[in-house]
């Protein structure tokens, strides 16, 4: 207001006021564009999602959730299933998808380079095996532990989940405690380089309802188990905060971290390429 009384004082004020006025001006044009730049630059959901949009339109079907919200239906079965070739727990066959039973015959091996050894005891489930093992449980415990999942809402018959193990749990009832053993404790470390996630964590039974299953992987992709890994994020809340960014309400909080430095592999039309 102090400019404005000056402009009134007399010529010579106004004469100064006209080169102050416009310098002002100037500044004033320089300081609001300067403050839009940081605008846009922080706010707004302007960050990008931490998954390109390729990967999130999931052609592929990595990404597919399935929970009891989230049911597949009598029909839902993989078009590439093959006999997985890593080592089971049994000699009965094992399916999973193709890519995925790549994956997990490199996790194996790579798990072999470091002295473990792994067993899958269960990948793909069909509806109809599903709905038979839940009817059993509900038969013999005459109540739904959740331990089993019901037909249709197991991670099982995407052809993507497996139960991986070590030698001491064969035959044996599956706890948590194995993911305090050595091979628990490497999966978790490592399986995200090869494209899986723990499907159920331990700290996040409230998020999936599902009970801690450290034995529990599900293939979800590299660049998406990097980032679930790393973001400490579920499948589930990976479609919440895709469902926040296609609603603008995305706040940006990730940022990459201590999972940057994986070294993944690439499953390329079934080759696999280590190191990229
Ligand atoms: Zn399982």
Redesign the pocket.
């Given at each position: 207001m102090a400019g404005m009384v000056s402009l009134f004082r007399g010529q010579r004020d106004v004469a100064r006021a006209r080169l102050v006025l416009p310098a002002l001006l100037i500044a004033v044009l320089i300081i609001a564009v300067m403050a839009g730049c940081a605008a846009a630059e922080d706010g707004g959901g302007a960050d990008p999602f931490p998954l390109s949009d390729e990967i999130m339109a999931d052609a592929d079907g990595y990404l597919i959730l399935v929970n009891t919200e989230n049911l597949l239906t009598s029909t839902d079965k993989p078009a590439d299933l093959v006999n997985v070739s890593a080592r089971k727990t049994s000699s009965t066959a094992i399916q999973m998808r193709e890519p995925v039973s790549l994956a997990l015959s490199a996790l194996f091996d790579a798990a072999k380079e470091d002295g473990l050894t792994l067993y899958i005891h269960?990948g793909y489930r069909s509806y109809q095996t599903q709905r038979d093992m839940f009817a059993l449980r509900m038969e013999r415990l005459g109540y739904d532990d959740k331990m089993v999942q019901r037909a249709g809402a197991?991670?099982?018959q995407t052809g993507m989940?497996?139960?991986v193990i070590n030698k001491a749990l064969i035959g044996q009832r599956f706890g948590e405690s194995f993911g305090g053993t050595k091979e628990g404790l490497w999966l978790a470390e490592r399986c995200a380089e090869f494209g899986f996630v723990i499907?159920y964590p331990k700290d996040k039974v409230g998020v999936t309802g599902i009970e801690y299953?450290p034995?529990?992987l599900r293939y979800v992709g590299l660049e998406a188990a990097r980032y679930m890994t790393d973001a400490g994020v579920t499948l589930e809340e990976l479609w919440e905060q895709w469902e926040a960014y296609q609603a603008g309400e995305w706040v940006g909080a990730y940022s990459p971290g201590a999972a940057g430095s994986i070294e993944p592999f690439i499953v390329d039309d079934g080759e696999l390429i280590i190191g990229e």
């Open positions: 269960s197991s991670d099982h989940g497996a139960d499907r299953e034995w529990h």
